[in-house]
């Protein structure tokens, strides 16, 4: 009996992402999700510019490639013209947390019935590792070389809890895929992030911590022990905000 | 017997599933080397395999495919 | 009693659009401009469709991007500052070979620059709305009865050629009235491709489909902007519009489009009534440019005067056009001022008076 | 035929409604008509005016520099636009705002005090069709009842209780002798 | 040993604006400039300035406007897709009349495009780099040595006419290393006006000053306009920079600008060798443009040839700076890929045969 | 004695306001700050776009006019390269919390030492009555004109809410001048918001719940009215944020 | 006595002031008019004011000085 | 004279390095010299090439169609740019990784196991400076001294452990014998 194998909405294309980067593990729980709730045939998916945007390649589904942080406009744009689609987007925290703020936000503060996967790793990946929006304090890259002094540079954003100040937000998880356990929890986030979608719920996102050897200059073992270690002490895994829980809990 | 199948065309030998692997029996053939240049992920012992299938939840390029007994 | 509604351009174009089938209006507020998106937020919702205000210019042309990418007829409107701030997603949607209307009702610049109308972003809106090798279609209608039709129009040529077009206009024309007479406006339809390409969920019943601008091998990326050129070429031999006034014996021609083309006929009347022989050639297609007009006009035309609410910005793409065969001069005003048509008269007067002087 | 028509007064006076009367009813003529109204925050508390042109032929540039017609319904709006008027053309001037008296020979000007005539019949806000009804008196520019038609029509269901307001407003200034 | 340093370009122009008191930069990462800010973001907190990452391109030019407006020297670099997203703010800045440095090194479009060299946003950058009548003064730099001494250069010109500069380079240019003097590129110092005009808090001493782009009098905008037409008038006269190589006595002259005035070198040389008479003109001022040179050349040449990496949106200035006197071709590669010196021969050798059979 | 007079860093210009808009009330109260704490020398204020975009003239400090929702990016130019200047920004909610959300939202999680007034009056009062983000449920304006319907126009922003999930802000505070007590909470609460600045605290925003008479469709008292009748509620009058109150009240 | 000077130059007529006054001596003139149309407020029992400057907080256009008696 | 040198192979394989210490060296030398690498996210993991130009007169392009030298580590990059040499060229190739040899005859093929010597070395990371060693020994394109030195003033303070293994490798390929 075959108990895990690659879940049919995801191509069978390898992935470009470099060795151990947890891009790919949330790709196959997003493909999971869509397998389990099989709505692959009405899905639209929207790719971010980051380093997944080949997401478009790597999901089954349809998939537009948008502006560097517009995907939530550009969502918009999908699903409130073919509001029988499920439509995601799957962005990097360059992607969401600073050039597509005002477009997350406000696609919370309306309530649109889309998805987010919002894919938190300290780092600019793709333009080769300068600092993000959520970069540690004290963290070196190529734009913090001294440590992100937040003195100067700003502190992190926490993504989950500021959009669960906004009536339009139905659900908001932080997640990590740092561990099998972790792994699993998150897998359960996106699978509802989607259903609330089908339940027509609002605007669903999941945050997940996720790693960059590359740019954190560590191997993808040491680095999934640094989520765990540095990440989360900084941003706690937890549920911000569920409209569909019982008694509509909203902390 | 479980049998765990790592395909060398996917696997990058990030060694996550080596070392999420709860009977360790997973390891990077540091030899064999793939056409982009890695080291492939092989099980050594495939008759401890508990089928517990961590290894393919941790894989981040959906490498590894999980069978277990019935 | 005639079919005819007396309207605001702003308006005539909502309901133009409407008309077309676009039921989805995407937009962010601005003068000169408002009133489009006031109106769609009256008439959508009730023919069945909708308009969003975005939180800016940037997030409403990227809702036009997917809503286009889901393969329905979709617009935004705005105004100078607004149309700079899209010029991102502009390029992205040219990139991602996707039909929309976009619609410029200009105002004065640079920076924040005023409410009235100029014509300033003529270079922008032909040259460079965004950035790399593209253009778009860019229409420029000098009435209200053409708002009208050249909103049918775009969106035709949009459809069959998948790019986005631009209506440019401007304040005066955006905010004036004048009787609109819809059927006449609207009564050439094209057959239009299937939108096979459009990302509304495969349905298990096709390969996927894939919207997108991104070529990371160049020698891709080479092919995708030289099958656009020659998508720009057939543009060019087939959707050219432009009109001529008096041209035919004229030694003097005026070259103006949308409102100052207003202007010069008036002043061209007069020209006329005192004897001059002044014609006004007037590009409705802003891209493609009517080239071939022009150099037919230049075979025997002794003198252009390009006449426009900006600093020049056509004149070159008239010398260019008529090969520098004949000169060609300025005339207008800037920054929301407008000519009147004495003002065009006494440049034409004077013109008249060298090429005599020139001839004597 | 054309006539070249500026609207003028303050924001609020409905100068704009006024003028927009004038190009309907010339449309359902069959005429050629622009109403181009003044816009942005200067409306605001500030000035407003439309110029509105009616004629037989196209129409060239929406804009007039000289007016035909100048109704005025204050006093900076006068200032502005009297000494605009072309030769032998005709000024309405709201007399109730406007102390002044044209000082030029070569046009023919008109006073109605619409403001108080307004105010006297309880029809706040009605001096532009009070002016309307006066100008048409004077022009004869349409038959009464195609603008007074116009007029109605103009009013939206919600607010049918202008109907009498505006009635009483146009012939009001129709039947007014300066 | 001599006084070179190898570096890339990105790393040049940064360490020469930080050597001409650019003390701030503001920036967001894109490839394939982002060594740009990572250079900033060592050197410049060492140097008492700041390097900060801004939240989006948008954001960045906003910062520079601030920090322009406070009187310091303050710059931003980006590439193709963030330079459209700057379109605003840049014409604010023009605007407002504010001196800053903007970098564009060029990318591959339209859209997200690809990451390799192009020169697609020539006609952005000398046309329509925002909303409404306005010009940057744009260089053009061919190699690392120059991406220093331009800079220089464009700070003074910025500082001296009260306008942002830009420099436009590519991907090549950005990333490639060679050779640079400091010292001899930042050699020449001028004489630069007092910013009294900046708003850095009056201190009681002077009236207060406003930085501001709006002008709701159509009039007052109108002759904020026209005098920055005529200080555009006065760059024009005084600050057009190009380089001549072999055009003395060309019959086929190339005229090309940064990298692929490089290649067109490489060609030439080997033209030279085969007894073809060609010659370079590379306008290192893409705006102003060097017209004058371009019709002295137009006197003598029989063929221009326009070599560039993007479809061909130089060709208009040179045929409008030459009077349309001698016939101009194009050569050219886009989307990332470049042309060999001897795709650029062949094309050179081309032309030569066809001059040689029209004379026969 | 004078007890109240028109405050010296306010110009004589007469405000080109509607009648009884508050966007004057707030300047007057912008102005007794900078008097107060004797700043005026060595202030710059940063213009919107928006009704209040002719601020720069009414001021007698140093002023930058800003692209719209801009300010606090121009704000950050200014201050980072002038630290000694106090700079303040003047923005409506079209502006600041509308297009300029990135912006805003930036420079609080960089804790930019600049203050920031907030004009919430609950439509876009410059280009004729749009909705704004801000705008009340149900409530109409031109671009809303059944009414502004949550379900597909999405819910109002409460932004000191929002933006005191950020690290870097020093202080949030609501205010309304909507009667003689509210105005004077609305004054301490700017000079507040300036005194933290010359403190060094980081960011300070005041929002002030303001009226649109004009826009509304109502008389300036009634408007005033609406302010306390439908906007506190949706709005509530707070200090959201206070790391320089006693225990750094932090809520 | 308690004095308030309002500033016809600056008033724009809104009433805002005569709904503050806890002594309701302010009024809107009607028949004043000012250069920009509006009707200007003024004082009409200038005697019972009590100096309290409620009005002058409230007056968006800062058009109200308020002087008291020592 | 010029040198137009391509060096390729995997991403990490230290090729930018070894391609800038050529340049570096020759510039000290006083000649013209241009280094253009390949760049963008290919990189990850894929490949990575640089083109390196030696020149006594100004360079013009600094991209390189025909190499006179290709230094190839990794079987892609022998694959793509072997058939490129320019006639009379010369190719190293990195023998541990590339099992192919050239076929043409119209260059001169050199091999060297650099990956093999310099794990056999505890060298890991240095096939790239064992390359340069080997291409020194067979151009003599400077002398040993110049190479080494400009090497190790690229290595900063803070790694200076890294000076021995540098002066290892590069002496290893210089003194190896095919
Ligand atoms: C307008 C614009 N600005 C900048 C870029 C360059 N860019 C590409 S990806 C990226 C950031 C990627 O970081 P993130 O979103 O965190 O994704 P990651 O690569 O880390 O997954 C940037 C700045 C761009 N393509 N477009
Ligand atoms: C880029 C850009 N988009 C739109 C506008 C038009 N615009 C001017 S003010 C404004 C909104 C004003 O609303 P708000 O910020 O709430 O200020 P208020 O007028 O209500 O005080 C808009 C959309 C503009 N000037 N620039
Ligand atoms: S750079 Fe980082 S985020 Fe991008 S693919 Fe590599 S490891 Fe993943
Ligand atoms: S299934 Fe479990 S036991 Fe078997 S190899 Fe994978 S992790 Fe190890
Ligand atoms: S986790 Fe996957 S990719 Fe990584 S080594 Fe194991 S099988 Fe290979
Ligand atoms: S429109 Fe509204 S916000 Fe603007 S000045 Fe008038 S009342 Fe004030
Ligand atoms: S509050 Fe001020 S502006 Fe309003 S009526 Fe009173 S004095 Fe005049
Ligand atoms: S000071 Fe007080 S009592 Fe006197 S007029 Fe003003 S509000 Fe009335
Ligand atoms: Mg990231
Ligand atoms: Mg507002």
């Known amino acids: 009996m075959v108990v895990f194998e690659r879940p049919r909405s995801l191509s069978p294309l390898p992935f470009h992402y470099c060795p151990g980067c947890t891009h790919g593990t949330v790709h196959r729980l997003v493909a999971e999700a869509i397998d389990a709730l099989e709505i692959e045939r009405r899905t639209v998916g929207i790719a971010p510019v980051g380093c997944a945007v080949l997401a478009y390649d790597y999901f089954e589904c349809d998939m537009v490639e948008a502006p560097h942080g517009r995907a939530p406009a550009v969502a918009t744009g999908v699903k409130r013209t073919r509001p029988d689609c499920i439509v995601f987007t799957y962005q990097g925290d360059g992607d969401l947390a600073a050039i597509g703020t005002a477009e997350i936000v406000h696609a919370g503060a309306r309530g649109e019935n889309i998805t987010i996967i919002f894919i938190n790793n300290a780092v600019y990946g793709m333009t080769g590792g300068q600092m993000a929006p959520t970069t540690l304090p004290g963290q070196i890259t190529t734009t913090s070389p001294y440590g992100r002094n937040v003195k100067t540079q700003g502190y992190p954003i926490r993504i989950c809890e500021l959009l669960s100040t906004l009536d339009g937000v139905a659900y908001a998880e932080r997640v990590a895929v740092s561990n099998p356990k972790n792994v699993l929890r998150a897998k359960a986030a996106i699978e509802k992030a989607f259903r609330y979608q089908t339940e027509g719920r609002g605007l669903s996102i999941v945050e997940v911590l996720s790693s960059c050897p590359t740019n954190w200059g560590m191997t993808p073992v040491e680095a999934l022990r640094w989520v765990e270690e540095a990440m989360i002490p900084c941003y706690p895994l937890d549920v911000f905000k569920d409209t569909g829980a019982k008694g509509g809990m909203n902390k | 017997m479980n049998r765990v199948t790592i395909s060398a065309d996917y696997c990058k030998g990030c060694g996550l599933c080596a070392a999420a692997c709860p009977r360790k029996i997973i390891v990077l053939d540091s030899k064999a080397i793939n056409n982009k240049g890695y080291h492939p992920a092989s099980v050594i012992a495939p008759g401890s395999c508990t089928g517990c299938a961590l290894c393919a939840l941790v894989c981040p390029d959906a490498a590894i495919c999980v069978e277990r007994d019935a | ?360 | 035929m054309t006539s070249r028509i500026i609207l003028a007064g303050f924001g609020g006076q409905g100068i704009l409604f006024a003028g927009k009367q004038l190009a309907k009813t010339a449309m359902h003529k069959g005429r050629h008509v622009s109403w181009l109204p003044s816009y942005g925050p200067e409306m605001r508390g500030g000035a407003a005016n439309c110029s509105v042109i009616i004629s037989d032929k196209e129409i060239g540039s929406p804009i007039i520099s000289q007016p035909d017609i100048l109704v005025a319904l204050s006093l900076p709006s006068f200032s502005k636009f009297e000494p605009a008027v072309s030769e032998g053309g005709l000024l309405f001037a709201n007399s109730s705002l406007i102390p002044e008296k044209s000082k030029r020979g070569d046009i023919k000007a008109h006073y109605i005090p619409a403001t108080e005539l307004a105010a006297k019949n309880g029809l706040a806000g009605g001096a532009n069709v009070i002016m309307l009804g006066y100008l048409l008196y004077v022009t004869r520019l349409f038959d009464y009842d195609e603008l007074i038609g116009n007029i109605l029509s103009s009013i939206p269901a919600s607010k049918s209780a202008l109907i009498e307001g505006n009635k009483k407003a146009l012939l009001l200034g129709y039947e007014y002798r300066g």
Not at chain 3, 25 to 39: A, N, W
Not at chain 3, 70 to 84: C, K
Not at chain 3, 269 to 288: D, N, Y
Not at chain 3, 328 to 355: N, W
């Open chain 3, 1 to 360: 009693m005639s079919q005819k509604v007396l309207m605001k351009g702003n308006e005539a174009l909502a309901e133009a659009a409407l008309r077309c089938g676009c039921l989805y209006f995407f937009g962010y507020p601005i003068t000169p401009q408002s009133e489009v998106s006031e109106y769609m937020a009256k008439r959508l919702p009730q023919a069945g469709g909708l308009c969003l205000q975005a939180e800016s210019e940037v997030a409403a042309i990227n809702m036009v991007l997917g809503a286009a990418a889901a393969g329905v007829r979709a617009m935004t409107s705005s105004s100078s500052p607004g149309i700079s701030l899209m010029s991102e997603g502009i390029s992205y949607l040219v990139g991602s070979d996707l039909p929309c209307l976009i619609c410029n009702i200009q105002r004065g610049g640079p920076g924040l620059g005023g409410i009235q109308p100029t014509q300033q972003d003529y270079l922008q809106a032909t040259k460079a709305p965004g950035h790399g090798d593209m253009h778009l279609y860019v229409v420029a209608p000098a009435s209200v009865q053409e708002m009208a039709g050249l909103v049918a129009r775009a969106f035709d040529v949009a459809d069959t050629y998948r790019t986005p077009a631009l209506l440019l206009a401007d304040g005066a024309l955006g905010q004036m009235m004048e009787p609109v007479d819809f059927d006449a406006a609207l009564s050439v339809r094209r057959d239009l491709p299937e939108k096979s390409w459009a990302t509304t969920g495969h349905g298990g019943k096709r390969k996927k489909n894939i919207v997108n601008s991104l070529y990371l091998s160049p020698e891709a990326l080479e092919r995708s902007v030289l099958s656009r050129q020659e998508r720009y070429r057939e543009i060019e031999r087939t959707e050219v519009l432009c009109e001529e006034t008096d041209t035919a014996d004229a030694e003097i021609i005026l070259v103006a489009y949308g409102i100052s083309a207003r202007i010069c006929r008036s002043a061209l009347e007069a020209a006329r009534a005192m004897g001059i022989r002044a014609g006004l050639l007037r590009p409705i297609t802003l891209w493609p440019y009517p080239r071939a007009a022009l150099l037919r006009a230049a075979g025997h035309a002794k003198h252009f005067l390009v006449v426009e609410l900006n600093i020049g910005q056509m004149v070159d793409d008239v010398r260019v056009a008529t090969q520098c065969h004949r000169p060609v001069s300025f005339f207008g005003r800037c920054g929301g001022m407008l000519p009147t048509p004495e003002d065009v008269l006494a440049e034409i007067v004077k013109i008249h008076e060298s090429i005599r002087e020139e001839g004597a």
